[in-house]
């Protein structure tokens, strides 16, 4: 339950959709739970209880809301700011993990026993992991149903359910509705589109819209993909986003846009997904939602920040700006370490070439995707038998060799339920590795809100033009009144005109104060 009813409360009352993922609102009257901002009238307040997830709603007996679809909120943005145990559990559930590992999973991935875990979680959130994972299991099956023609049998195995009773029994639980009964509520338009012929070497295709807080500008997460985009894995077209993702049971290619612009950005990021393995879908939705930081919170990053002199201004003109994410925490820190100190264009193409050499072609190319990013243990492989394919000084090869052994071997895990902390700490420990590159990493692919780079060039020259001290002692010491949201002062500045976003900082792994350029990521 919620530790401010009243707050909560006042905030259903005025359909404030900010709201919505951060909790949700059991009404006993009616036995059904609710967003925030569900459009029907607001209930006696005697009559109305409020839950911190979706699955602990529905634990209590609420079945969920056909109006306004309580399963579709963005997630809650409280599980990025957070590195505890539970956070961390949080999200490693959203990526699938319970359905892949099952409870034991998570609870070693995390150093806990299952007893200690049940319990930390249910504390928090008032259920524990298995009715979390059940609950977007349901979510998985609605979309499923309301996206595809496949059978009621192959949405509840793909949707992770271990049989077509279980499947049944929990859609009548949160749906209050059968399967078929969910398939035949969809419009006729929606239906249409469902039904045309969307498969091909063997990918089915799966059309949904992944919800965001506004305001939203796409452009700034949308626009520095495309800018980046290595080719064989990545592409912009026009307004469209497009890479492939490497997923537990398969591979995915997703093209990303938003097109549907409102006085505060879009609602809705629209999702076009070829999946090779439909148990992969909610992992591939939570991995996109990372990739866009779809979750993020605008209206209090623009709250804390903007009565700040310096950041404050560039916040308020642009409060839609949000932190752009990864797919895959490996492919981020081995683009990270590629673009130490070359331009953006020149990391690319690096990036490009060992995609080319060591990535796994897949079936059939989709647009420009043609390959996965490699391995680690491709990318070791290409080393020893062919080290001219890593066009790089030999310092920055082997960065990359004892990455790639780390993570094959386990002593660097970059994940949802990684520590930032330990990640960093991890990371500076391997040759070839700084500072710099451990907290961008940390920033973009453990989403840490609080990331911050004092040797950055480009944050440096932002800071210069807005005519103060550049140095990192000072930088450092300017930025606590930006906690914890120092990634997203970060992106603001990097974004100043004129300036080359994360060029030039130091050489990792060396104290020495020679600078070069270097592309803030390739990645």
């Not at 998570?106 to 319990?119: E, I, P």
């Not at 469209?240 to 398969?250: A, D, I, K, V």
Request: proline share 8%.
């Amino acid at each position: 339950m919620i530790d401010d009813p009243d707050r909560c409360y006042q905030a259903a009352h005025s359909k404030d959709a900010r709201f919505d993922g951060v909790f949700f609102i059991g009404v006993t009257s009616t036995g059904i739970y609710c967003r925030p901002s569900c459009p029907a009238r607001t209930p006696k307040r005697e009559n109305v209880r409020f839950y911190a997830t979706a699955a602990s709603a529905q634990q209590a007996g609420f079945r969920a809301c056909l109006r306004c679809r309580p399963d579709a909120t963005p997630g809650s943005p409280e599980w990025n700011m957070r590195a505890d145990v539970v956070a961390r559990a949080m999200r490693l559930i959203r990526d699938g993990m319970v359905d892949r590992e099952g409870v034991d999973g998570l609870a070693r991935h995390l150093g806990y026993s299952v007893r200690q875990l049940n319990r930390v979680i249910t504390a928090e959130v008032g259920t524990g992991p298995l009715a979390i994972a059940r609950a977007q299991r349901s979510q998985a099956a609605r979309i499923l149903l309301e996206t595809t023609a496949l059978p009621v049998a192959h949405v509840a195995f793909a949707a992770g359910f271990s049989s077509v009773r279980q499947c049944n029994e929990t859609v009548r639980q949160i749906f209050a509705d059968t399967p078929r009964g969910l398939r035949a509520r969809v419009s006729k338009e929606a239906r249409r589109n469902r039904l045309e012929d969307r498969t091909g070497a063997g990918t089915q295709g799966v059309r949904l819209r992944l919800p965001c807080r506004r305001p939203f500008g796409p452009e700034s997460v949308l626009g520095f993909l495309g800018t980046r985009a290595v080719p064989g894995i990545e592409e912009r077209d026009g307004a469209t986003y497009r890479r492939s993702m490497r997923l537990p049971h398969g591979y995915a290619v997703v093209a990303l846009s938003a097109t549907d612009q409102g006085d505060h950005g879009p609602a809705f990021v629209d999702a076009d997904l070829h999946l090779s393995d439909l148990r992969d879908l909610t992992t591939a939705v939570s991995r996109c939602r990372q990739l866009l930081d779809l979750d993020a919170d605008p209206v209090a990053v623009l709250e804390a920040l903007r009565p700040d002199p310096l950041i404050g201004p560039l916040v308020g003109a642009e409060p839609g700006r949000r932190v752009p994410g990864a797919v895959d925490g490996f492919e981020l820190a081995v683009r990270a370490v590629i673009g130490q100190q070359v331009s953006v264009p020149g990391a690319r193409t690096i990036a490009g070439r060992l995609v080319r050499l060591a990535g796994e072609p897949i079936p059939e190319a989709i647009g420009g995707i043609t390959h996965l990013f490699p391995t680690p243990d491709a990318l070791i492989a290409l080393a020893g038998r062919d080290p001219a394919a890593f066009p790089m000084p030999g310092n920055r090869r082997r960065a990359l060799v004892a990455l790639a052994e780390a993570v094959g071997r386990g002593t660097v895990t970059i994940d949802p339920g990684t520590d930032p902390t330990a990640l960093r700490a991890a990371l500076v420990r391997l040759p070839g590795i700084g500072p710099w590159t451990a907290e961008y990493v940390a920033m973009r692919a453990l989403r840490d809100p609080d990331a911050f780079m004092p040797t950055d060039l480009g944050i440096r020259r932002a800071v210069r033009a807005l005519g103060l001290p550049d140095d990192p002692v000072h930088l450092t010491a300017l930025t606590e009144g930006w906690r914890p949201w120092r990634s997203y002062a970060m992106v603001h500045l990097w974004a100043q005109p004129n300036r080359s976003p994360g060029a030039g900082t130091p050489k990792t792994g060396t104290p020495k104060t020679k600078r070069s350029l270097r592309g803030r990521d390739a990645a």
